[in-house]
């Protein structure tokens, strides 16, 4: 069963700081990655969709990257601004056909300003 | 409005009963799930369905049952509620295994 770690539950940065978001997972053969944004008491918000076979994705000021064989994924925010703060999600599809994903526990995002 | 709603937002029953909460997509999307969401457990895959009339279990599908006669809907039911069901419920979509999935606004549902 794959197993999906985000470390680490709760990050606080001061406005304008670069910084990055781990997730690790136990089983590299996945169909692709996933980044979400979740904010309190809402949905999920796609982020980012990186395929197996793929390296990186980038969108705006993310940038989420992925190495399959050493089973990590980084989440890189330039510029955090006090709109970031969020729970961000990591999750990792299935091989299935049907994309089932496997959800990390999130990390905890606070920007200050 | 195009997009995936849920309904009930907010449910309190009690145990024993039956519960449905409904999930409607209106981008013909093939593949729909539901999740639920635990502390300390994050998001857990309930049931998923490929098309119409095709359902299958996730990690956790004990006590609930879905169907989908319609593409774009895909209730959840718990057939009689237990405590441990209190959760906040996602129902999410996809046009296909290659894109991201939508999420809906959850529904919370409380067992006392």
Redesign the interface.
């Known amino acids: 069963k794959q197993e999906v770690t985000q470390i680490p539950a709760a990050l606080s940065v001061p406005e304008g700081e670069n910084l990055v978001l781990n997730c690790s997972f136990t089983d590299s053969a996945i169909y692709n990655l996933q980044w979400f944004r979740q904010d309190p008491g809402k949905g999920l918000t796609s982020l980012l969709l990186i395929q197996s076979s793929q390296r990186e994705q980038t969108s705006g000021r993310l940038n989420a990257s992925l190495d399959k064989s050493s089973g990590r994924s980084t989440l890189y925010i330039a510029a955090s601004q006090p709109g970031d703060s969020a729970t961000y999600l990591c999750a990792v599809g299935d091989q299935t056909g049907a994309n089932n994903l496997f959800f990390g526990t999130g990390t905890r995002l606070t920007v200050i300003p | 409005d195009a997009g995936i709603t849920q309904s009930p937002r907010y449910k309190i029953t009690e145990t024993g009963r039956q519960v449905t909460l409904m999930c409607h997509q209106t981008w013909s999307h093939s593949?729909m799930?539901w999740?639920r969401q635990d502390l300390?457990?994050?998001?857990?895959?309930i049931y998923?369905s490929?098309a119409a009339d095709i359902t299958?279990k996730?990690?956790v599908p004990d006590g609930y049952v879905v169907s989908r006669s319609k593409t774009e809907n895909f209730p959840l039911t718990l057939e009689s509620a237990t405590r441990s069901q209190t959760s906040v419920y996602?129902c999410?979509s996809?046009g296909g295994?290659?894109?991201?999935?939508?999420?809906?606004?959850?529904t919370r549902l409380l067992v006392l």
Request: charged letters at 20%; zero cysteines; hydrophobic letters at 25%.
């Open positions: 593949y799930f999740y300390g457990h994050g998001l857990r895959l998923y490929a299958d996730g990690e996602f999410a996809t295994d290659q894109e991201t999935q939508y999420f809906g606004p959850g």
